[in-house]
């Protein structure tokens, strides 16, 4: 599965450290000759207000979920604050045969995992400016109560802790900053 046609890259963050606007921005200003492609993960949670189905992910039930995983259609799962999260493993397959980049944007469980099974990968872990700009940017989004708040401050730390993890730690304290960090890793990594 892992040969030399395509790159992955994966990309981990804490909840609200602006990693899902990164990627977007990063796949459509990324040119060159070799195409970066977003790789849709499924999950049971429910969507949130904007999100369409196919885009941002694939929102199956659990029984849909747990079979697809017992099947092996999943590179890598977690289960992250009550919802199971899957990368389609035919997706990356296909894509980096045909030459493509894959970009995945996973949590710290899930990156993990690939790392075991493609340890060629490039990892990239985004960090927000400060703790407390992360609570600020979790609770200004209105996704979640209180109590999932703090669950995912929480989490955050334990994810804070792989850093050491990553090939890559990318300060998104300004968006424009962290961008142009991402293209010039992806550049410098296809070359590699």
């Known amino acids: 599965m892992w040969n030399k046609k395509g790159k992955v890259f994966v990309i981990s963050a804490p909840s609200g450290s602006g990693k899902t606007t990164l990627c977007a921005k990063l796949i459509s200003s990324l040119s060159g000759k070799r195409k970066l492609v977003r790789s849709v993960s499924a999950t049971t949670r429910r969507a949130r207000r904007g999100e369409r189905e196919g885009q941002e992910y694939f929102f199956i039930s659990n029984h849909e979920f747990i079979k697809k995983r017992k099947a092996g259609?999943?590179?890598e799962w977690a289960r992250v604050l009550g919802s199971f999260y899957g990368t389609p493993r035919e997706f990356v397959r296909e894509h980096i045969?045909?030459?493509d980049d894959v970009l995945l944007s996973i949590d710290v469980q899930g990156a993990m995992k690939v790392k075991r099974k493609a340890p060629r990968a490039v990892f990239i872990f985004i960090l927000p400016p400060s703790f407390c700009e992360l609570e600020r940017r979790l609770r200004r989004r209105s996704t979640e109560n209180k109590r999932d708040i703090i669950r995912r401050l929480k989490?955050?730390?334990?994810?804070?802790?792989?850093?050491?993890?990553?090939?890559?730690?990318?300060?998104?304290?300004?968006?424009?900053?962290?961008l142009k960090e991402l293209k010039r890793i992806i550049r410098r990594e296809r070359k590699g």
């Open 155 to 178: 989490l955050a730390e334990k994810e804070m802790s792989f850093i050491e993890n990553y090939d890559y730690v990318v300060l998104n304290d300004k968006l424009v900053k962290a």
């Open 97 to 99: 045969g045909r030459g």
């Open 73 to 75: 259609r999943f590179l």
